[in-house]
DNA sequence: TATATCTCCTGCGGGC
DNA sequence: TGCCCGCAGGAGATAT
């Protein structure tokens, strides 16, 4: 499933392979893909027409595109607008040449200058693109559909100090809390279980009850998961993740708790442990990670 | 206002 | 062999 360093992934591969290049159509084969730009897939077509792709940027889990427009004869110039991608769960963006066989799944295709496409796969339909202005916050410039998104451990201007204390007043499970990206963007269900099961703490502790340096355990445990993650080039369970070349990451094959139910536990033997947790699953060490006492 | 739960969707695997 | 059901999960909408 697309977490940051799936992101990250595609971002670099994006920023390669699309940067500098000019949109010359752009077809969109499922409604569903651009649900969340209101004015329609029409609109999109024409907010992504003749423009030149200048950057692909990234937080959390959130991509998006920066284009520049014709100027007269003396250029380009920023248009304001950006093509925000999320890939949902199954999402994928692939750079490949228009003679190339259209993959299943194929909801949108933006034909670039140099006679590649920027394919966008989807099997789950989770995902989407949509066109968001540019807008000013807190020191950087994001989509506005990206405003209301924290930064992510991977962000320089990540301020760890404000999101201990952010965390220190959250009176909800300590997962939960992870998995919500207004307080910390970028983590999903795995990296969720695997940065807590390096930081030794259950899911189900409530945030408000860890201390600080907890706290900063579990922040650097996320910080060293996500780096480690995005080393392998991401994680692949199945072809539903892959890079915009579509290969796959390796990170699965150093996955210490998801996906490995009833197995030992690589820290101490204990076997693994799933269990029901927010309307998705929970790996966990019941040695490394006792379980809160029941709360009454 | 803060927190919890529901919903969208498709392919796969297991059970019958 | 074919059908049905549960599972996977990100994020916005809705409920508490």
Same mark, same amino acid.
Not at 47 to 50: A, I, R, V
Not at 83 to 87: A, E, G, N, Q
Not at 270 to 273: F, G, L, N, W
């Given at each position: 499933m697309p977490e940051l360093p799936e992101v990250e992934v595609v971002r670099r591969g994006l920023h390669a392979h699309v940067v500098g290049h000019v949109v010359q159509a752009v077809r969109v084969t499922h409604p569903r893909s651009v649900r969340r730009h209101a004015p329609g897939a029409d609109d999109l077509v024409a907010?992504?027409?003749?423009r030149q792709v200048a950057e692909a940027c990234r937080r959390g889990k959130f991509l998006w595109l920066t284009f520049r427009q014709r100027n007269g004869k003396n250029g380009w110039q920023p248009t304001g607008t950006a093509? $925000? $991608? &999320?890939?949902g769960m199954s999402g994928q963006m692939l750079v490949q040449p228009a003679s190339a066989p259209l993959p299943r799944h194929t909801h949108i295709v933006a034909s670039l200058s140099g006679d590649e496409q920027l394919r966008f796969v989807d099997q789950r339909t989770f995902g989407s693109w949509t066109l +968001?202005?540019?807008v000013s916050v807190a020191g950087s410039t994001v989509p506005e559909l990206v405003a209301h998104i924290a930064r992510d451990p991977l962000d320089p201007l990540f301020d760890e100090d404000a999101v201990v204390a952010l965390l220190r007043r959250k009176h909800s499970e300590i997962k939960r809390v992870l998995l919500d990206q207004t307080v910390i963007s970028g983590i999903g269900n795995i990296y969720a279980d695997e940065a807590l099961w390096r930081a030794?703490? &259950?899911g189900r502790r409530l945030a408000s009850s860890l201390t600080k340096p907890v706290l900063r355990g579990v922040l650097d445990a996320v910080r060293a998961v996500l780096a480690d993650a995005l080393a392998a080039g991401g994680t692949s369970f199945d072809a539903l993740y892959v890079n915009v070349n579509g290969q796959s990451g390796y990170f699965d094959r150093s996955l210490a708790v998801y996906g490995r139910e009833n197995q030992p536990c690589p820290r101490c033997g204990? +076997?693994?442990?799933r269990e029901k947790f927010a309307n998705r699953s929970s790996a966990f060490c019941p040695r490394c990670q006792p379980p809160p006492r029941a709360r009454r």
């Open positions: 907010g992504l027409t003749g093509l $925000v $991608v &999320h890939l +968001s202005p540019l030794g703490i &259950h204990a +076997s693994i442990r």
